[in-house]
């Protein structure tokens, strides 16, 4: 082999760095659980200590009785913090007396399996967040048409029906047997799904 074909063989070779090495872990987004409130205040401290983490939130307007109007960071996945460490860091990060725990990935395995998030989808919540021009909810299971729900907040609490409207997700009907159905928008923060 000339020495021309192997200097090309190297330089097509793809770069392989320590984080590459076996038993040297590559740092992922680890789902840190906090206190409710807490999570800027956190995500400061580590930060202070040199951690890479984020916060979901999102700038919003927010109005008071008094009609004084404000843009805020609003927090929009409560009690997380997203650290991005290597196993070895997490190891030390969950001893920290404002890290309640990390979450684990129940459909991994049966033994608890620390949860990590892709960087593709952190890529895409944060992009999300920074651009969307109306407030983001994030919701652990999307309501579809068809999906039995109960009103757990405000003037209508208690009621139950199905969501028709899955576009928006914001319509809900109420069967009357006798009448037929009544059909309301309502706000998704103020249903949850029936078992």
Known sequence: MSTATSQENIAAAPHVGAGDAVGVSRP???????????????????????????VATQR???????????????VVIRTIVFIHCTE???????????INRFMTNRAVTSQRVPATVPEREMH?????????????SIEDRPLRKGDRVKVVRGSLMGLEG???????????????????CARLNIDRLNVEPLP
């Open 60 to 74: 919003q307007t927010k109005i008071w009785k008094n009609g004084r109007r404000a843009s805020v960071e609003a």
């Open 88 to 98: 070895k860091e997490r190891r030390q990060i969950v001893a920290l007396p404002y």
């Open 28 to 54: 992922k987004w680890y789902v840190a659980i906090v206190n409710n409130n807490s999570e800027k205040e956190v995500r400061q401290r580590l930060t202070r200590l040199g951690y890479d983490s984020y």
């Open 162 to 180: 199905e969501i028709i409207d899955s576009a928006s997700g914001s319509e809900l009907v109420v069967r009357l047997d006798i009448l037929g």
């Open 124 to 136: 895409i919540l944060r992009f999300i967040l920074g651009n969307s021009d109306t407030p983001v």
